[in-house]
Nanobody, 123 residues
Framework: QVQLVESGGGLVQTGGSLRLSCAAS????????MGWFRQAPGKEREFVAT????????YYADSVKDRFTISRDYAANTIYLQMNRLKPEDTAVYYC????????????????WGQGTQVTVSP
């Protein structure tokens, strides 16, 4: 099992930026694919971005492509989500997740989840 702790959420104005972090422990970091999901009030949890075990493969939801960037630091056992040009519709609780696959994009592919961090974008 992997333990995940997110940080970096907060309140930002439309057009602003935030960087989320997720620290992983409990399993070899290089053996897990990592991802970010988000859930807005009254909505289903949705995929945001994923990064492969090796870090070379990334994939994004259409709604965040060209605005968000996922990355990972193997020395720090941490992944990041750089969010630029934020919009009010990006407001949600953001969750970090870990998968034993090479790369993963659906909630069922991920076996470990963090507690979430709130991101609020004001109009």
């Amino acid at each position: 099992q992997v333990q995940l702790v997110e940080s970096g959420g907060g309140l930002v104005q439309t057009g602003g930026s935030l960087r989320l972090s997720c620290a992983a422990s409990g399993r070899a970091f290089s053996n897990i694919a990592m991802g970010w999901f988000r859930q807005a009030p009254g909505k289903e949890r949705e995929f945001v971005a994923t990064i492969s075990r090796g870090g070379a493969g990334t994939y994004y939801a259409d709604s965040v492509k060209d605005r968000f960037t996922i990355s990972r630091d193997y020395a720090a056992n941490t992944i990041y989500l750089q969010m630029n040009r934020l919009k009010p519709e990006d407001t949600a609780v953001y969750y970090c997740a870990a998968s034993r696959g090479m790369i993963a994009t659906t909630t069922s592919d991920f076996s470990s989840w963090g507690q979430g961090t709130q991101v609020t974008v004001s109009p």
